[in-house]
């Protein structure tokens, strides 16, 4: 028998009461048909997470930069190997269906989970995150190492009320944006499973909107299952407010497509019970889910012992040496040059005797939240040691050293050398153990660290005490990190993470405590004396130093992390007087970016020679870092994200409309800092003899282009050529152009390669929300390929015979969400979750529709409608007049309004409707 087959049998076998508890992710063993207990879940998004130590490799955001498919096949596979030995290991239970990796659209720099994505660009992401779920999954046609879980569907780009947030999307930024990716990699990639995300979109939550069965499942072709992510099942009451019980949101989210629920198993199986008494569900819907997950878990070999013993992998594989030196080229591969004045990389070792290495991140490797344990790090300083360990190097991290006094009782705070330490106030001189070191994130946030013990001051809930005791600024409340407020008379208020005041307890030995509330009270506040000013001291040691190695950048726990948007893109306001500093004693400076996501660094592309970009590159950063800066390795990382000069030429994170909002490369209309692809390398490039198979295209035809690049510097070096196309004379807005293909090639200095890449005609469609389906328009099109979207090297023009986007037909229904334009209005979807409406902000609220083709004369408008008494305005392009019609009160409920058009309307016209606040509209037609 083949699978299907085999989970229809096994259903077969099942009682009711054993599939439904089957339905939560943390499935129940099943004895007697020897179905183990299984845990549909883990994490992967950069090597194995949370189980023990593994390999980590760069974060996604370093990973698609590299633009290199093959890289990221090989380290799905490395990935895959280490979680199927952690799989043997314990004992069966789970971690081969793994949630990752995430490709969420990075339309936005301020996004918290920035770092786990693949780019802003759909044909990138998808591409990127498709190779390493190639890698993951094998390529058995049939039996699946791993099962990947790309998340998180979809339109998940905020962080801040996530839980009950309502993004408004409209059909084409749905179609041909925030959908594609999934596309891509079900279709060519065959991704097993998704995850739907906590958000809802145009007021359907994700986990109950029938799109995930309609369009991932029916349309693209899903081929596993669907499940939620934590907790979102029970946040549907209570966050979004959906539903008043969570047998309904477990009737509707089946319904809908969903397989498997990530919350508490017992909450879900007695709220299927309760659905199936309340008829809102039948058991075939729950065969149908639970089918889906079996399906799965019979294609990792969990029913066939062969299987399990092909896919074995022991534990040695865990951390091997090969997996080590793919970590090492991942980061090489990985790495940015954003600017290189003068050739002033590489470094030539021979003219430098003493190096600065400098900066908060020169000697950190942070892990983030999804990092796997790692089995060891090497920090840039590290690398620049063992490359460069028969030349003078000196670091320091550029913070300054405080000690705190108490203004209760005028001592110092002290802690002791080693182990867990509470923090007293007792001391009446400066040593060591009075001292700390004052850690600067910005926007308030600072943390704490014990000079004496190294360890970090953090809030203690259990004893209500500041214990000086962790060894690191992480965890996903992160109670390291506290808020230094001035009062105004010289002293200072230090506050939790969580908003409490610390003060000094004399009951308890003047020990440092925290509190709900200010009393305004002398052992609630304190003042802070600098022992050592950290950026004059970095300063000292960067004036008499050949070379400064300068690395600024972000903790992935801090300003910009899962749960917590960014404030800002600028750099924190302590590395920003650091660089400038730092320039005035010496402007020979490695400006080292490592980063969770893009910087406005605007001073430093004007002033700095060299800049290097990287996100946290893990346990090989170092030694990686190190051999880029020495020349032993040209870098030809490309930026996957547009770096915007300010948060003041994009919108605000909330709005999702890459269209009008101009975002991303594609209709960004500003300068950018640095444009989407750029990238250089330590030679140089000439495009030529660019060849197209043909100047005019049908639908079922493909593009196919050749070009060559000569490498006319004097290194060797990896090029990334990228293909763009552009539509010439669209019938409605288009991109700037699109990216549809690129490559990684290695060219010797002297030598030319020849590049062959193709474009099926078919990827270059458009949604039409006219007849609500995709489209290849015909036309002109242009063809543009270059080292980036702004450094475009060889054009040419082609002609597609496509299809025309047709006039609208007045005489049927129009949807309101069709526009082609609008001004200030949002949507929502009726309770059926089918419907999705227009509803006006405010009294200049409008919607579009273009290009009506009146063949006959209407009599009147059928508008489907609901209002607070309101007033709507029709306005025709081609009459000089507006027909105004009063609204009554609807009583929030939806009425068909008939009005009377009393003039001609003919030929073609494109058609306003404005609406005063508070109008909702779903669709209208003329008769």
Same mark, same amino acid.
């Given at each position: ?53 593994? /390999? ?44 990752? *990796? ?65 993004? @408004?999307? @409209? ?83 089946? +319904? ?6 990530? @919350?508490? *198993? ?13 008829? !809102? ?21 969990? #029913? ?31 790495? $940015? ?11 030539? +070792? ?26 060891? +790090?090497?920090? $840039? ?44 106030? $007792? ?14 994130? =910005? ?6 660290? &014990? ?43 230090? +506050?939790?993470?969580? =908003? ?20 305004? %009270? ?34 992935? %726990? ?12 600028? !750099? *924190? ?65 490309? !930026? ?13 994170? /909330? ?21 989407? &692809? ?85 990827? !270059? ?44 037909? *007045? #005489? ?6 069709? #526009? ?12 059926? #979750? ?9 009294? @200049? ?34 009459? =000089? ?16 309004? $008939? ?18 606040? =508070? ?9």
């Amino acid at each position: 028998m083949n699978i299907e087959e085999r989970v229809k049998e096994l259903i077969s076998k099942l009682t009711l009461e054993e599939k439904i508890k089957l339905l939560p992710t943390r499935q129940a063993e099943i004895p007697r048909l020897n179905i183990r207990e299984f845990y549909i879940g883990g994490e992967a998004a950069h090597g194995v997470a949370w189980l023990g130590k593994a /390999t980590v490799f760069p974060q996604p955001i370093g990973l698609s930069s590299s633009f290199d498919r093959e890289l990221m096949k090989k380290i799905g596979n490395a990935v895959s190997q280490e979680a199927r030995a952690y799989y043997y290991m314990r004992g069966k239970i789970g971690g081969l269906m793994l949630w990752a *990796p995430t490709v969420d659209m990075l339309r936005d720099p301020r996004w918290g989970r920035t770092e786990e994505g693949y780019g802003e660009d759909p044909f990138l992401a998808s591409e990127m995150a498709g190779a390493y779920i190639q890698g993951m999954q094998g390529d058995d046609p049939v039996y699946l190492k791993t099962a990947m879980t790309p998340k998180h569907f979809f339109a998940n780009n905020n962080e801040r009320d996530r839980d009950k947030f309502s993004a @408004d999307i @409209d059909p084409r930024n749905m179609y041909e944006y925030y959908l594609e990716v999934f596309r891509r990699v079900i279709e060519k990639y065959r991704a097993q499973c998704i995850m739907t995300a906590y958000n809802a979109v145009n007021g359907i939550p994700c986990i109950i909107n029938p799109i995930v069965r309609e369009v991932i499942k029916e349309k693209f072709g899903l081929e596993g299952c669907v499940v939620t992510d934590a907790a979102d099942f029970s946040q549907t009451v209570t966050s979004h407010k959906t539903f008043e019980n969570h047998y309904e949101t477990l009737a509707y989210a089946l +319904k809908a497509g969903i397989d498997a629920f990530t @919350d508490n *198993p017992d909450l879900v199986i007695e709220s299927a019970w309760q659905a199936l008494e309340k008829g !809102l569900i039948t058991e075939e819907d729950i065969d149908r889910a639970v089918s889906n997950s079996l399906k799965v878990r019979f294609r990792l070999g969990e #029913f066939d012992e062969e299987i399990s013993k092909r896919f074995y992998v022991p534990p040695n594989q865990i951390c091997n040496n090969e997996h080590s030196q793919l970590a090492y080229m991942a980061e090489l591969k990985s790495v $940015v040059l954003l600017k290189n004045e003068n050739k002033f990389l590489p470094l030539k +070792k021979e003219k430098i005797n003493k190096i600065a290495v400098i900066g908060p991140l020169a000697n950190k490797n942070y892990n983030d939240w999804y990092s796997g344990t790692y089995p060891y +790090k090497v920090s $840039v300083l590290q690398g620049i040691i063992n490359r460069l360990y028969n030349k003078e190097i000196l670091y320091h991290d550029s913070y300054d050293i405080v000690a705190i006094k108490s203004v209760k009782n005028n001592k110092y705070l002290r802690v002791i050398e080693s182990g867990i330490s509470p923090v007293w106030a $007792v001391s009446d001189n400066i040593t060591e153990k009075e001292v700390f070191k004052y850690i600067d994130w =910005g926007w308030g946030k600072k943390s704490l660290q &014990g000079i004496a013990n190294g360890k970090y001051l953090t809030a203690d809930d259990s004893t209500s005490a500041i214990l000086s005791s962790a060894e690191e600024v992480f965890g996903w409340f992160v109670k390291e990190v506290f808020n230094i407020d001035p009062i105004g008379d010289g002293t200072y208020l230090i +506050k939790t993470w969580n =908003g409490k005041y610390a003060y000094i307890d004399e009951k308890e030995g003047n020990i440092l405590k925290f509190k709900d509330s200010f009393e305004n %009270l002398p052992e609630e506040k304190f003042i802070f004396e600098k022992v050592e000013k950290g950026i004059e001291k970095a300063c000292e040691i960067a004036k008499n130093s050949d070379i400064v190695i300068l690395c600024v950048g972000n903790n992935p %726990l801090v300003n910009g992390r899962e749960d917590e948007d960014r404030v800002d893109i600028v !750099l *924190p306001e302590h590395q920003e007087n650091l660089v400038r500093e730092i320039f005035k004693v010496n402007p020979n400076i490695v400006l080292l970016v490592i980063s969770s996501y893009p910087y406005a660094i605007c001073w430093e592309k004007d002033h700095i020679p060299a800049i290097l970009w990287s996100s946290h590159g893990g346990q090989e950063m170092g030694n990686a870092i190190a051999d880029i800066l020495l020349g032993n390795f040209s870098p030809a990382g490309r !930026l996957n994200m547009t770096w915007y000069r300010s948060i003041h030429h994009i919108p605000p994170i /909330t709005d999702y409309d890459i269209i009008r909002g101009k975002r991303t490369y594609m209709y960004f209309d500003k300068e950018p800092l640095f444009s989407f &692809g750029h990238g250089l390398t330590y030679t140089e490039f000439e495009y030529k003899n660019l060849i197209l198979n043909s100047k005019n295209f049908k639908l079922n035809e493909e593009i196919k282009l050749s070009f060559e690049i000569e490498n006319i510097g004097d290194m060797d070096s990896e090029e990334v050529p990228q293909v763009y196309i552009k539509a010439l004379n669209s019938k409605v807005k288009r991109p700037n152009m699109q990216l549809k293909g690129f490559t990684r090639v290695f060219v010797p200095k002297g030598e030319r390669v020849k590049v062959d890449i193709t474009i099926p005609i078919s990827e !270059l469609f458009i949604w039409d929300v006219r007849e609500e389906r995709y489209m290849v328009e015909k036309g002109e099109y242009e063809i543009l390929i270059g080292a980036s979207s702004k450094d475009i090297r060889l054009r040419d023009k082609f002609h597609i015979d496509g299809e025309e986007i047709k006039n609208r037909n *007045p #005489f049927k229904d129009t949807k309101a969400i069709n #526009f082609d334009d609008y001004h200030n209005v949002s949507f929502n979807t009726k309770r059926n #979750f089918k419907e999705t409406y227009v509803i006006f902000n405010d009294n @200049d609220s409008f919607i579009l529709f273009k290009d009506f083709e009146f063949k006959n004369k209407p009599k009147k408008v059928v508008i489907e409608l609901s209002s607070n008494h309101s007033k709507i305005v029709l306005i025709f392009s081609k009459i =000089g007049k507006e027909f105004s019609f009063e609204v009554l009160d609807t009583n929030n409920e939806w009425k068909e309004i $008939v009005y009377l058009l009393g003039e001609h309307i003919e030929g073609i016209q494109d058609l306003y409707i404005k609406g005063e606040k =508070g109008l909702k509209i779903n669709w209208f037609r003329f008769e």
